[in-house]
């Protein structure tokens, strides 16, 4: 299956925000926590919370970034 160029950034944007917000989340409570018995359940709550918020900047940001490189940049 192979996507349509169209839908190629709203998957990559997905992908992106699932990654970042995995890796973040990770990072974010070992440095407030540490690692406590229940590391595991706090990581994944602070995960989907992370992952909820980083959607709308991942979908919103990269069309306009990409605007805004085109007219900062030469062919």
């Known amino acids: 299956m192979k996507l349509i ?16 917000s995995f890796f973040m989340s990770f990072v974010m409570t070992v440095v407030n926590a540490g690692f406590p018995p229940m590391f595991f359940q706090i990581w994944m709550k602070s ?6 918020a980083s959607l709308i900047p991942a979908l919103g940001l990269p069309p306009l970034i990409n605007k805004f490189l085109d007219r900062i940049t030469k062919d």
């Open 5 to 20: 160029k169209t839908h190629r950034m709203i998957v990559f944007s997905l992908l992106m925000g699932v990654g970042m």
């Open 47 to 52: 995960w989907l919370v992370g992952f909820f």
